[in-house]
C-alpha cells in the first residue's frame, strides 16, 4: 500500500502564492489533481521519479511548478498568482503504470492522498 500525504492547502487572497506538499514513501510518479464539488478531478502537474519528466495542464504551466527534493520522498507544487478558481480540494496520487502516457488521466492512478483545501478568496 503507497502512502501519499499532502499538506499546505490553505485560505489565500488572490494574487498570493503557494506551496503544496507531497509525502511519499517512495520514490514514484506523482501526479496533482484538483476537484471542486460537483466537477471530476483535473490535472494540474505531474513528475517523473528522478524528478524528470515534468507536464503541466496547459492553462496553468505559467502559474504552477511541480518539483520534488533530492530524497526523492516529497513532491512540491509551487502555485503563484492565485485566481478564485483555483479553489479546490487538491490530491496527490502515484501507482500509473503508464505514466508517460496517461499522466494527466486521474483514472489510471491507483493510490491517492486525503487532499488539501486551498480557498482563494478575492
Known amino acids: 500500500q503507497v502512502q501519499l500525504v499532502e499538506s499546505g492547502g490553505g485560505l489565500v487572497s488572490e494574487g498570493d502564492s503557494l506551496r503544496l506538499s507531497c509525502l511519499t514513501a517512495?520514490?514514484?510518479?506523482v501526479g496533482w489533481f484538483r476537484q471542486v464539488p460537483g466537477n471530476e478531478r483535473e490535472f494540474v502537474a505531474a513528475i517523473g521519479s528522478d524528478g524528470l519528466p515534468k507536464f503541466y495542464a496547459d492553462y496553468l504551466k505559467t502559474r504552477v511548478t511541480i518539483n520534488r527534493n533530492n530524497e526523492r520522498t516529497t513532491v512540491y507544487l509551487q502555485m503563484s498568482s492565485l485566481k478564485v478558481e483555483d479553489t479546490a480540494v487538491y490530491y496527490c496520487a502515484s501507482g500509473n503504470p503508464a505514466f508517460t502516457v496517461t499522466y494527466d488521466q486521474a483514472s489510471y492512478y491507483s493510490y491517492w492522498g486525503q487532499g488539501t483545501q486551498v480557498t482563494v478568496s478575492s
Open positions: 517512495n520514490n514514484n510518479r
